[in-house]
């Protein structure tokens, strides 16, 4: 069965500085990983996704994760944190099954300081 | 274009009620889910569809039915509510066209927020 675990539940940076959220993984194949990020009273927006290739993937506001197959971790990173960027982020893996239903962790709350 | 809709935002139930979750899209999109979303349990799935007619269970689908008679629509019944069942309810759609050229991504809507009391 697939898994994934966000080990931080709350994390918090000053603004300017860098952010890494950190997300492992289970999935018996070669999987399909996301980071959403969900501001408070809103729906889910996707910031990125990897299916394959080049395991450094970009994403929108900045954001940037890197596969790393042999640890299992798709960690999101941001080199200059934003005030804005204050919202739940959480991390989804699935992969080529019937309906590509996707496995999500539970989330980590980032909170920025002036 | 409206994207992925869901109605009511907000509801109050007693516990024994019943009611029924709207989530509309206009995306054309094959695939729909029903997640409940939970302090600190991320999103979990309830049920899905991979097109109209046929619908499947998730991870946590007790208490929970569904109906998927138009392509554009997905129900979400609770026939007796349970304060157990309090929680966020997010629709999402996929495209299957998306799925076979790599670009995968299911699409949210803003959300239900039920309490049962």
């Known amino acids: 069965a697939q898994s994934v675990t966000q080990p931080d539940i709350h994390i918090t940076v000053s603004e300017g500085a860098s952010l890494e959220l950190r997300c492992n993984y289970s999935?018996?194949?070669?999987?399909?990983l996301f980071w959403y990020v969900q501001s408070p009273g809103q729906g889910l927006q996707l910031l990125l996704k990897?299916?394959?290739?080049?395991?450094l993937v970009q994403g929108i506001k900045g954001f940037e994760a890197e596969f790393k197959r042999s640890q299992s971790s798709f960690n999101l990173r941001k080199p200059s944190v934003h005030w804005s960027d204050a919202a739940e982020y959480f991390c989804?893996?699935?992969?080529?099954?019937?309906?590509?239903?996707?496995?999500f962790g539970g989330g980590t709350r980032l909170m920025v300081k002036p | 274009n409206a994207g992925v809709t869901q109605t009511p935002k907000f509801r109050v139930l007693k516990t024994g009620q019943s009611m029924t979750l709207l989530c509309a899209q206009d995306?054309?999109?094959?695939?729909m889910y029903w997640y409940r979303q939970d302090p600190g349990m991320g999103l979990r799935l309830i049920h899905y569809?991979?097109?109209?007619?046929?619908?499947a269970k998730g991870e946590v689908p007790d208490g929970y039915n569904v109906s998927r008679l138009k392509k554009q629509n997905f129900l979400l019944g609770l026939e007796s509510a349970a304060p157990s069942q309090t929680s966020v309810y997010f629709c999402?759609?996929?495209?299957?066209?998306?799925?076979?050229?790599?670009?995968?991504?299911?699409?949210f809507g803003p959300g239900t927020r039920l309490t049962v009391l």
């Open positions: 989804a893996v699935g992969g080529r099954n019937a309906g590509n239903m996707l496995t």
């Open positions: 999935y018996g194949a070669t999987p399909y």
């Open positions: 990897y299916f394959s290739g080049d395991t």
């Open positions: 995306m054309n999109h094959e695939y």
């Open positions: 569809s991979v097109g109209e007619g046929t619908t």
């Open positions: 999402a759609t996929a495209s299957r066209a998306a799925e076979r050229g790599g670009r995968y991504e299911q699409f």
